[in-house]
């Protein structure tokens, strides 16, 4: 507890840092808490020093730890999901920052019709172009957004991405700068995108270059945790 409040602290501190250097508003940029891997006692901890958002990238462990859902307290699917997990995540989930092709969008929407809510989601872009990473390709995404249904149940809130995996955060911020022109054509393209403003860009050690090209949410989690066994990190 005592080390999550320090850990909390810093990262506060670096969020407010690059919002100053980059000459944004630190309310400008939501703390998503990344707890996969961790306990319902860590989540709890969180929750009582102030963490909101929380992001997980397992539905099973979603909803472990997010079931029965608590006020004010949103989770996130930030990791993709098969499809038969679909009925699952919008059980548990406020938003799905992972969707990536048309069915599981449909399906999505078909499943919150019948569950009676409405849900945010983000798409995941590839833009590091890295094999291992899920998500639309650089190439397809604006083609593939612009050519979506109108939405019902769901809400158009924008994308997401993973930086690049080099070691050298500064290799992110072709990722990150991507995104944003795209968010911002893909915003002024249609009706149907006029929530159309979220970015979900940066983790512990790229989070400054994701801020500094326009991150609207930052997704923290060993620099909140700390580090995650081995076995179960993605
Ligand atoms: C694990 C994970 C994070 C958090 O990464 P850290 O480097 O531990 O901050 C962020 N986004 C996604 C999609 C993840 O899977």
């Not at 309310?27 to 989540?43: N, P």
């Not at 899920?134 to 930086?163: C, D, H, V, W």
């Not at 149907?192 to 970015?199: I, M, Y």
């Not at 512990?204 to 076995?231: H, Y």
């Amino acid at each position: 507890m005592e080390k999550l409040l320090t850990n909390k602290q810093a990262i506060l501190g670096r969020i407010a840092k690059a919002c100053e250097l980059a000459g944004r508003s630190p309310s400008s940029v939501r703390l998503i808490w990344v707890s996969k891997t961790q306990s319902v006692s860590a989540v709890e901890a969180a929750i009582a020093l102030g963490a909101r958002d929380f992001g997980e990238n397992r539905v099973q462990e979603a909803l472990e730890k997010f079931l029965p859902q608590r006020e004010g307290i949103s989770c996130r699917i930030i990791g993709p999901v098969q499809k038969n997990k679909l009925r699952k995540a919008v059980q548990v989930a406020q938003a799905i920052d992972s969707v990536a092709d048309l069915e599981s969008m449909l399906k999505l929407e078909a499943l919150c019709e019948e569950a009676d809510k409405n849900l945010e989601v983000l798409f995941q872009v590839n833009a590091s172009e890295e094999d291992t990473k899920s998500g639309l390709s650089m190439q397809e995404a604006f083609n593939f957004l612009t050519s979506l249904p109108e939405p019902k149940r769901l809400i158009y809130k924008g994308l997401m991405t993973i930086g690049k995996n080099t070691g050298k955060p500064e290799d992110s911020r072709v990722c990150f700068a991507f995104l944003r022109d795209l968010r911002d054509g893909i915003f002024n393209s249609q009706p149907k995108f006029k929530h159309f403003t979220e970015l979900s860009m940066g983790m512990t050690d790229d989070l400054e270059i994701a801020i500094a090209e326009g991150a609207t949410m930052v997704r923290v989690g060993t620099a909140l945790f700390g580090s995650r066994i081995a076995i179960l990190s993605t």
